[in-house]
């Protein structure tokens, strides 16, 4: 299956054709004329008249490759159900005010302060995608919703980890967090529950699990964080919270807890980068099983073969131009 990811470059073909054809017919005349060339006219063309003949359209074909490698041609299989071993993963990562607060270590080497938010996308990317001593999930779906004062869905539940990392990096605070009164803007973590919850109701995977990250300061939303693990414990989906920063400075232990207790999940503790990676490899150690999943298409870029053939035939029809075939006055 082929297809361009930015068609609207072709437009430049028909410029292309318009301006080579113009040139033709504005190529300046001999200098000196003779009276008559009819009785040349039955003598056979040499090579070097041919080639000659043909040097225009070796530049045409050069800057029409160049046009087809900016509309970027990619190759790849067509979408489909695959089968995986694995499990069901929906990550829910609060990005309200509060994880703006930098009380966590990135490193145990490393003393620099940094977001809550940062920490927690800087693991989830090891966590999802192979590196340093977590395994990577290849053969489990894993989506990615974020919450403050509504939840959204970043990406969907999928086998293509790179482009749910790829998404991970635009997860940010609003840049409006607060109101005139000087309040913290609305953080439902109860609604992105249910929405987590929802998006793993179509997956027949054994097991099905949430893993929240947050402070768990939730306040406000058409559903109560309670009101969210019910819904989840109704569907056998386990909720891990995991709660982000230090007791006494905006994280709400009880709310993580309870919401844990009720999935069957487990609550832990993040204080820096190195537990959350103990967290997931606990995670890790869940059963697995096999299931259908739809797959997108796998794309890969061929733009790459066209922009080496169209800068070839550019350098060698100005070499042939400016040396065995130059134009003299």
Known sequence: MIRLAHPWFLALVPLVLVVAWLRHRRRSRPTVMFSSLDGLRGLPRTLHQRVRGFLPWL??????????????????????????????????????????????????????????????????????????????????????????????????????????????????????TRREDKDLLMTAMGDALVMSVKHLDGIEAETKIVVLLSDGASNVGAATPAAGANDAADQGVKVYTVGIGTVGKGLDEDALKAVAARTGGQYFNARSAADLQSIYKQIDQLSRSDFEVFSDTDWDDRFPWYLVAGLLLLVVHRVLSDTRYRSLP
């Not at 530049?59 to 046009?67: D, I, S």
């Not at 695959?82 to 990550?91: E, K, S």
């Not at 990562?93 to 607060?101: E, G, K, L, P, T």
């Not at 989830?124 to 779906?141: I, K, T, W, Y």
């Open 59 to 176: 530049e045409v074909a050069g800057l029409l490759c160049l046009v087809v490698a900016m509309s970027r041609p990619q190759s790849g299989r067509a979408d489909g159900t695959v089968t995986t071993r694995g499990i069901a993963i929906q990550l829910v990562i609060d990005r309200s005010d509060s994880m703006n607060a930098e009380d966590l270590d990135p490193d145990p080497n490393d003393h620099r302060r940094v977001t809550r938010l940062d920490v927690v996308k800087a693991v989830v990317e090891d966590f999802v995608d192979e590196s340093g001593d977590l395994p990577g999930r290849p053969n489990d779906v894993v989506g990615l919703v974020s919450f403050a004062g509504y939840p959204k869905v970043h990406c969907p539940l999928t086998l293509d980890h790179q482009m749910l990392t790829g998404v991970l990096h635009d997860v940010e605070v609003p840049r409006i």
